[in-house]
């Protein structure tokens, strides 16, 4: 056979590998389907550039061009839907930073919320539903993050448990699940050991660690809601902790709602800290209010405590001066009737020694005494 015909069957050959290669369909997906379950988000702000590390390395392994991101919260439906590709010549550098950068805002337009032990294991669940719906398909990643509640109990850990071994029960998916979940305590472990045992989806520990694990508070507590429209300095830190520790008792429970960063964490409060530390850090990183801020936060605040038992006590303190007015209503009536509604909801407009009232103060006040709210 001369150098000629070799050539040619060279070529042949090389070609014929060529076409194999490009018409079966590769087994890694361009285009991966990525849904972020939150939990009890109250944690997730002081720990959110650690778990979208863990996940982009997770999600980037099989260099993905196309992502389609989506949240599943408490509402029962997929929010915030996000498409994103790799611009064509783009670096893989600037593509991980755009793909950051989503998670980034995907995670922080969450709508921040504390939520119950059964909650928790119904958001569970229809995550596993989800994820058995399109089990038969490549490329789905179901993140779980945010954590567990304080108080998640043996109980309930128990009933997720059953709820896990019925609804996996001889399925294996081709999905992955990422277990970024903040401060996996001894019931989360267990329930993470029974999805792992069931075989069921193809699980990934990425967990966020909390150098001092988080303890339920003794159920005396007092639970308190704190809608902050300024920072506190340290001296007026100190004197709002001695309010509340003169008003509600040493063990108090100090949910945060405040326009940036510090938005919905917990503070607590015991007769064993007597410097209270932490709550002094907290209050001096709080934000200081805009006029979008009434909106946000007093409505955040109405669709929270509106889903508490009519039966418990919500004791709401407003503390600092609500921000002058600009453009466009923040509370429409459909807001102030809804508070209203709240059966034994207790206002308090927490006065400092230096606090001076202004319009927008007033406004609000007129606005309590129209609807029948009661207020001190």
């Excluded at 196309?66 to 790799?86: F, Q």
């Excluded at 919905?264 to 932490?278: A, C, H």
């Excluded at 923040?330 to 001076?356: C, G, H, M, P, V």
Aim: proline share 2%.
């Amino acid at each position: 056979m001369d150098k000629t015909k070799i050539t040619i069957l060279i070529a042949i050959v090389i070609i014929i590998f060529i076409g194999i290669y490009f018409l079966i369909p590769s087994s890694t997906p361009t285009k991966i389907n990525v849904v972020i379950t939150i939990l009890d988000n109250q944690n997730l702000n002081n720990y959110l550039n650690q778990v979208i590390e863990k996940t982009i390395e997770e999600l980037m392994i099989n260099n993905p061009t196309e992502i389609d991101l989506s949240l599943l919260t408490t509402s029962n439906i997929l929010k915030h839907k996000i498409n994103i590709k790799m611009k064509p010549g783009d670096s893989e550098l600037n593509w991980k930073h755009d793909v950051k950068n989503t998670l980034e805002k995907l995670l922080k337009d969450s709508t921040m919320r504390s939520i119950t032990n059964k909650s928790i294991n119904d958001l569970f669940i229809q995550t596993l539903h989800m994820i058995k719906d399109n089990g038969k398909e490549e490329g789905n990643y179901f993140i779980l993050t945010g954590s567990f509640p304080e108080c998640y109990d043996e109980e309930s850990s128990k009933l997720l448990i059953n709820n896990i071994n019925e609804t996996t029960k001889g399925i294996q998916t081709k999905s992955k699940i990422i277990w970024s979940v903040l401060d996996t305590r001894e019931n989360e472990e267990e329930i993470l050991k029974t999805l792992i045992a069931s075989n069921f989806s193809s699980i990934i520990d990425r967990r966020i660690i909390f150098n001092n694990s988080r303890e339920c508070i003794e159920k005396t507590s007092q639970q308190i809601y704190g809608i902050f429209f300024d920072r506190l300095d340290y001296e007026n830190a100190k004197e709002f902790i001695n309010y509340l520790k003169r008003n509600f008792g040493e063990n108090i429970k100090l949910t945060l709602w405040n326009d940036g960063p510090q938005n919905n964490i917990t503070l607590t409060f015991s007769k064993k800290d007597s410097l209270n530390l932490e709550a002094i850090k907290a209050f001096i990183e709080l934000k200081e209010g805009r006029w979008t801020s009434v909106g946000y936060l007093i409505k955040q605040a109405t669709n929270y405590l509106s889903q508490l038992q009519d039966t418990s006590t919500k004791n709401l303190i407003i503390i600092g001066n609500f921000p002058m007015e600009s453009k466009g209503n923040q509370l429409d009536a459909e807001t102030w009737k809804l508070l209203q509604s709240i059966q034994n909801l207790s206002i308090t407009l927490y006065r400092s020694s230096n606090f001076k009232e202004n319009k927008t103060d007033k406004t609000f006040i007129e606005g309590l005494r129209y609807y029948k709210i009661n207020f001190k």
